[in-house]
């Protein structure tokens, strides 16, 4: 199974600020990894596939990048919306799995 | 409108069994791969479960593996879940999601929550 670690557990930062959350993969599973946001009493929602491609609807302020066991999602300039928790998913291998998530919170 | 809402949860007694489903609409339901994932109160997301559109492939994650029987019903437009040995581990709020034409979850839905306790 292939484990998948997210650094930090916690982001504080401002809104207007830049985000950079890390996904890193225990094996490689090439560009097969998407990013979803979940806020509170909601269902997740995805909003990178496949490392870099922003699903429908998502801003552009929203980019994701990486390949093989590396892999980052960029938030610039921090809207009030964006404060949530972020998690990301790998189709490489089964069976898929999630990291345990990044919680960005206000500071 | 896609929509998929699931029901069947509820308080169930350690070793005990339960069916979970998940009724899709708004989209040709026969087309599309299904999965569950569970969350435990406060904790991340798990993957649970996965079926292919015709059902004639299913795969399970290793906790849950031999427990769990995942099935769909094209006819009804119905996922379901069927849930035994149950284990206070398996305390959860059950998401059934569509996997969309990105190979991703693209739609969720609500979720189910399962407690499991004396």
């Known amino acids: 199974e292939i484990v998948l670690t997210q650094s930090p557990a916690t982001l504080s930062l401002s809104p207007g600020e830049r985000a950079t959350l890390s996904c890193r993969a225990s094996q490689t599973v090439s560009s097969y990894l998407a990013w979803y946001q979940q806020k509170p009493g909601q269902a997740p929602r995805l909003l990178i596939y496949d490392a870099s491609n922003r699903a429908t609807g998502i801003p552009a302020r929203f980019s994701g990048s990486g390949s093989g066991t590396d892999f980052t999602l960029t938030i610039s300039d921090l809207e009030p919306e964006d404060f949530a928790v972020y998690y990301c998913?790998?189709?490489?291998?089964?069976?898929?799995?999630f990291g345990q998530g990044t919680k960005l919170e206000i500071k | 409108e896609v929509q998929l809402v699931e029901s069947g949860g509820g308080l169930v007694q350690p070793g005990g069994s339960l069916r979970l489903s998940c009724a899709a609409s708004?989209?040709?339901?026969?087309?599309?791969?299904m999965h569950w994932v569970r969350q435990a109160p406060g904790k991340g997301l798990e993957y649970v479960s996965a079926i292919s559109s015709n059902g004639g492939t299913t795969y399970y994650a290793n906790s849950v593996k031999g427990r769990f029987t995942i099935s769909r019903d094209n006819s009804k437009n119905t996922l379901n879940l069927q849930m035994g040995s149950l284990r206070a581990e398996d305390m959860a709020v059950y998401y059934c999601?569509?996997?969309?034409?990105?190979?991703?979850?693209?739609?969720w839905g609500q979720g189910t929550l399962v407690t499991v306790s004396s």
């Open positions: 998913q790998q189709r490489g291998n089964w069976p898929r799995t």
């Open positions: 999601a569509r996997v969309g034409a990105t190979n991703y979850f693209d739609y």
């Open positions: 708004g989209f040709t339901f026969s087309n599309y791969a």
